[in-house]
């Protein structure tokens, strides 16, 4: 039986970095394209999830056994607060068509991708699998948090109601090549890249937005991929599954603009605008399911300065191409 996985959100960082690992990785490893499989990769130019009849004819075209389902609304913190209900209803739309038509299409896996801002703002650290519900979201992203946090309910309403075996995966800070550098809606770490760039281009000041002080955990869209097609293969339990970096793996937003200074030689002057928003200030999550799970793979983090190195590599070579938003 051929097994036909299709990703939503396909052209994006995550989907991007799916591609790349099921491409380069030897056939048949652990990581790599196994006999018998096909991956369809699709982004919002295909079909505009939101809209019901595009995405059954979507499912009808591809006829898929597995979905890693990747696509949403997504951006950072600035335009989170900014367009509440579009990520609400966006997400909400996007997420129940696509789990709709996997369930129509007796789909035999679903993995639906989530983020650590479901989490509830006040909640005991390290964030786990069993915090999601018990508290209101942060503020900042409650349209977006509101709407992933549905898709855990769904997933669990789908496995009562109808045994399907659908689940969903809570990574961390996702960075990579393919990410959005559009300075309007970029999450932090692409942003700060983008920033520093144009201030060594245009011979200006780097400013980094907010204090710098807050704490985040960053994983590497090649290792979260790797995580992914292990997820979609090995791990057939309805609640959600953290992958992430250890806790002891967060870094402070200051010392990434420093790390993003080196990585692209830049010598000029360089500050914080401390009137902008912090959001919050640290949420860290354990990992420690993930790593009693993967520890016979031979899995291995990609240390954060050699990720970013690759990821500006990326950048520089494929700015005309990137999502850079306007002419700067």
Same mark, same amino acid.
């Given at each position: ?5 299709? #990703? ?75 367009? !509440? ?37 006040? #909640? ?36 009562? &109601?109808? %045994? ?45 937005? %907010? ?53 692209? %030689? ?16 640290? !949420? ?13 793979? %031979? ?6 300065? &050699? ?22």
């Amino acid at each position: 039986m051929s097994v036909r996985v299709l #990703v939503t959100g396909g052209t994006g960082l995550v989907g991007q970095g799916i591609k790349y690992v099921i491409d380069t990785e030897p056939a048949n490893s652990p990581f790599g394209k196994q006999d018998g499989e096909e991956w369809f990769f699709v982004g919002s130019s295909e079909a505009d999830l939101r809209n019901a009849e595009q995405t059954k004819k979507l499912f009808e075209k591809y006829k898929p056994t597995h979905v890693i389902h990747l696509g949403a609304l997504v951006g950072g913190l600035f335009i989170n607060m900014k367009r !509440k209900l579009d990520f609400l209803r966006d997400n909400m739309l996007i997420n129940d068509n696509v789990l709709h038509n996997a369930h129509e299409f007796k789909c035999k896996k679903v993995i639906s991708c989530l983020s650590t801002c479901v989490y509830p703002d006040k #909640v005991e650290y390290p964030l786990d699998e069993t915090k999601i519900h018990l508290g209101l979201p942060h503020e900042s992203n409650f349209g977006y948090a509101h709407a992933k946090r549905l898709v855990d309910i769904q997933n669990r309403a789908y496995k009562d &109601q109808y %045994g399907d075996n659908f689940t969903s995966a809570i990574p961390t800070n996702v960075f990579g090549p393919h990410d959005n550098y559009d300075l309007e809606s970029a999450h932090v770490l692409p942003a700060l890249v983008h920033r520093c760039y144009l201030a060594k281009k245009n011979n200006t000041p780097f400013v980094v937005w %907010g204090s710098g002080k807050p704490l985040r955990q960053f994983i590497y869209s090649r290792d979260l991929a790797k995580l992914f097609i292990w997820q979609l293969r090995n791990y057939d339990d309805v609640e959600p599954l953290i992958l992430s970096v250890g806790e002891d793996e967060e870094v402070s937003i200051k010392e990434v603009a420093d790390a993003v200074v080196k990585a692209l %030689g830049f010598k000029g002057e360089y500050k914080f605008d401390t009137s902008k928003a912090d959001g919050q200030f640290r !949420k860290p999550a354990s990992n420690k399911k993930l790593l009693g799970l993967i520890k016979d793979t %031979g899995f291995k983090f990609t240390p954060f300065d &050699q990720a970013l190195q690759e990821s500006v590599e990326w950048f520089l070579q494929n700015y005309e191409k990137a999502r850079t938003g306007k002419p700067q």
